[in-house]
């Protein structure tokens, strides 16, 4: 099983995606941008490989303004080999990477102006997988679109719209549930008539079930019947509810035996998990960590390693607690470990928490920084102690410094990424 994680990173550093308005969109403006996200893109992608994430959606945003005349580039020409370096990273490494349209990509829409602008996003989308020279595998996800107070009409205008589109597009092409209009069950429906896939949702199921009383399992295995060879293998998407917000919100992290529990219930099927989750590869190396075959302690101690600082900082006992689990260098408790973690994250820190380990992370300059660097710090302290600063002013200056004197060990800890 593959899991993976949705366009943005937490936590690693020089993955940032650029954008700007589009009154500012000029051509060198672009060439700029799309230059610096096709970077950011090669270090996802660097990233992934090293920590064994082999599924992963690109960001739509990576060329600014990819379908509007606004941006008239021929960006797949001019930026030919970077998209082709890497095209080969992801082939080589074996990583299944798809796309996602937003919102605003309605094919099924009554206004024909709409539903050309979406034809002209999904061109987009199609040559930017073509260009990383990507296979029928790696698929662009698109919502139905919008019910229009006829949701049988509405059916009908996506398969009208869906016949006009090029055979590259319905290679890539396959279609989710969403958690207000179209339920997994509408969905089959259009996916049956039109013989393409369906990614199956897990929690705008649970927000727009189908009138069917079914198990998560048996929507699994009726979508399985969509997809074909060449298509790879059945991907769905999941996600969990956030215990604060309003029904179909994404928490904010998997948490892990929920998560284990679905596992379990598949059973042994074979298939790719996207996770839809707001921490994003910190949830995606948790869950592939919990189902591991190859179960080697290493991999939890260099998980520590990034949250060990956020964890201390929100609860001592459960820093020394982990410690402890980590103890035996013969054993593999990560569902444990992260539960630990879990519950220490939920935690406010306190201030003297705080400054202790702000102070301990200071350790890492105290040779080399300059000693106007060290009164700056102390006074931030000092006026984080009194009320006058956030704690979150304090992460930033300890995070410019470990940019400045190369701390790489700290630079991908969680700690500045959780305040």
């Known amino acids: 099983m593959k899991i993976g994680y949705a366009c943005l990173t937490v936590g690693v550093p020089n993955t940032d995606i650029k954008t700007c308005l589009l009154k500012n ?33 690109i960001s739509s945003s990576i060329i600014p303004f990819g379908s509007s005349p606004v941006n008239r580039l021929s960006w797949w020409e001019l ?95 396959i279609i989710e549930n969403d958690d207000k209009n179209f339920t997994i069950g509408d969905v089959l429906e259009i996916a049956n008539h039109l013989e393409i896939p369906v990614v199956f949702d897990t929690l705008h199921n649970q927000s727009n079930p189908c009138a069917e009383n079914q198990s998560d399992v048996y929507w699994i295995d009726e979508s399985r019947k969509t997809w074909q060879q060449k298509d790879g293998k ?20 998997i948490r892990i035996e929920e998560f284990m529990e679905f596992y379990d219930g598949l059973d042994g099927r074979k298939l790719d998990v996207m996770l839809e989750v707001k921490d994003k590869n910190l949830s995606a190396i948790k869950c592939s960590n919990c189902i591991a075959q190859t179960q080697k302690i290493k991999a939890l101690e260099i998980e520590w390693s990034k949250y060990k600082y956020a964890v201390l900082e929100r609860s001592p006992l459960d820093y020394l607690e982990i410690r402890k689990l980590l103890h035996n260098k013969n054993d593999y408790p990560a569902i444990g470990f992260y539960q630990i973690i879990e519950n220490a994250l939920q ?6 928490n705080s400054i202790n380990v702000a102070q301990h992370i200071w350790g890492y300059f105290r040779n080399s920084a300059l000693p106007s660097e060290k009164k700056y710090f102390l006074k931030l302290l000092e006026r984080y102690e009194r009320g006058e600063v956030s704690i979150k002013k304090v992460k930033k200056n300890l995070w410019k410094m470990a940019v400045k004197y190369e701390q790489k060990y700290l630079l991908e800890s969680y700690y500045y990424e959780m305040v």
């Open 25 to 57: 969109a000029s051509e060198e403006k672009l060439t700029e941008l799309i230059r610096h996200n096709l970077k950011v893109l090669e270090n996802t992608i660097d990233y992934n490989i090293e920590n064994e994430i082999s599924l992963f959606r």
């Open 79 to 173: 930026f030919d080999d970077q998209l082709k370096q890497i095209g080969d990273k992801i082939m080589r490494s074996g990583m299944r990477v798809s796309m996602h349209p937003g919102q605003y990509t309605v094919l099924n829409a009554l206004d024909e102006e709409i539903v050309t602008k979406a034809v002209a996003d999904l061109n987009y989308h199609n040559c930017l997988l073509d260009s990383l020279g990507v296979g029928p595998e790696s698929k662009i996800v698109l919502h139905v679109g919008g019910r229009y107070d006829d949701k049988k009409q509405a059916m009908q205008r996506f398969i009208r719209a869906y016949d006009h589109l090029s055979d590259a597009i319905k290679n890539r092409l």
């Open 234 to 253: 059945q991907k769905i998407h999941y996600s969990q509810q956030h215990p604060e917000k309003k029904p179909g919100s994404h928490s904010d992290s």
């Open 347 to 352: 935690k406010e820190a306190t201030t003297g």
